[in-house]
């Protein structure tokens, strides 16, 4: 088949839009009449900077966010090196603000006595806050136990718990166990494996009045650019890049620039060695990679390029920003699972209707009542009319369509009339 015939539904990488890959197999073969592709110019050009630029700006616009107060980092490492990152920095940050603090309670910069109070901060009072609601904040949470210490790192709810020990719902609010001022609370967005999103931000994550509240970090690779977000509400979000906003390759961690310099200096390896706390590679280190505008070390300028040129497309669909795109997601989602729900003899939803993802459309065939037989010929069917990419991630089997930005309308009509006819049929 030809690209022009394929819907791909698969879970990421995702489909890129055609003109943009139009666009960017002509950059790279020639950039712009330079003679050279935009891979193998220098990440250090003045046109390289024009591009980090403009997608910087392209996605506070998109996202409404101001870029007075929030840096965007592009990183390398993938969604996967940011669950590290984002424990290094922020443990970094709790760690300058307890230093600051000893160092003013105490009077002294005397380095014995605010080393020995320091060190009972940390003992007692350093938490990283876990909120486990799929495979991803599953694998976000270990890591961060394997390179900090389990002793750190608290699990606030586990939604296996609730559910059969299966993913596929989010334990109530009131349940969770939030830490006293941990350094942050993280949690996944959208779980692409579970199919498993937040309806809203979290109500108790929510900043006070007075401003203050709790530092909260979101991975959310898989739906972001799909919905608003109250970007005001978040310290830290990461995403990486293959699946709404461009190729394999970068990830984006947009940080509220009160975690940065003058603000605020990550602490010395030295200090942080004499806490026994991990020290974070350095191109993981959010100050290092803002200071140098992303180009600490060789970046993809291709990558981040497609990002814009995706970032550009969505502009000129939606010139209001986020909301449009919004609109279009729930219309295709909605699609999509009102076929599923018109055969429950059919089709089972993996997740609960209260946290069913936009994005990952999670579910099970179970007519005829061998699943396995069922979902096998559902692939093969559905892959026969160029529906694509529709097999569930490996470790939870199943269907999974992924309902990514770049899945048109029509292709949602499409699947949905599909998933209607291999009922009936
Ligand atoms: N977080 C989420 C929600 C994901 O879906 C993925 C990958 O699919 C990751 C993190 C890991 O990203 P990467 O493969 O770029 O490390």
Known sequence: PSRADITYFGAGPAALPTDVLET????????????????????????????????????????????????????????????????????????????????????????????????????????????????????????????????????????????????GKIPDES???????????????????????????????????????????????????????PVNNYSLLFFGAQKNLGSTGIAVAVLKKTFLPPNLSQPSPALLRKLALPIPPIVLQYEIIAKNNSLYNTLSIFDVYIAGQVLKKLLATFPNGVDGQQAVAEKK?????????AHPEAYKIVPDKSARSKMNICFRVIKGGDVDVAEKAFLKESTALNLTGLKGHRSVGGIRASNYNSIPLEGAEKLAKFIDEFAKA
């Open 24 to 167: 960017a197999a002509q950059a790279l073969l020639d950039y712009q009449g330079t003679g050279l592709g935009i891979a193998e110019h220098s990440h250090r050009s003045e046109l390289a900077a024009k591009i980090i630029n403009e997608a910087k700006a392209d996605l506070a616009a998109y996202l409404d966010f101001s870029p007075e107060q929030y840096e965007v980092l592009f990183m390398q490492g993938g969604g996967t090196g940011e669950f590290a990152a984002s424990m290094y920095n922020l443990v970094g940050a709790w760690v300058a603000r307890q230093h600051a603090a000893v160092q003013k309670e105490l009077g002294t910069d005397d380095e014995a006595q605010v080393l020995a109070a320091l060190r009972e901060r940390v003992e007692n009072g350093l938490k990283v806050d876990y909120i486990v609601t799929g495979s991803w904040s599953l694998k976000a949470y270990q890591e961060a136990q394997r390179l900090l210490g389990p002793e750190y790192v608290n699990l606030v709810c586990d939604a296996r718990t609730i559910n059969d020990g299966k993913f």
């Open 175 to 229: 349940t969770w166990k939030l830490s006293k001022d941990a350094a942050y609370v993280y949690f996944c967005d959208n779980e692409t494996v579970d199919g498993v999103e937040f309806p809203s931000f979290p109500k108790v994550l929510e900043p006070k009045e007075d401003g203050t509240g709790p530092i909260v970090v979101a991975d959310m690779s898989s739906n972001i650019l799909s919905r608003r977000i």
């Open 333 to 341: 989602a909605e699609l999509i699972y009102a076929a599923l729900e």
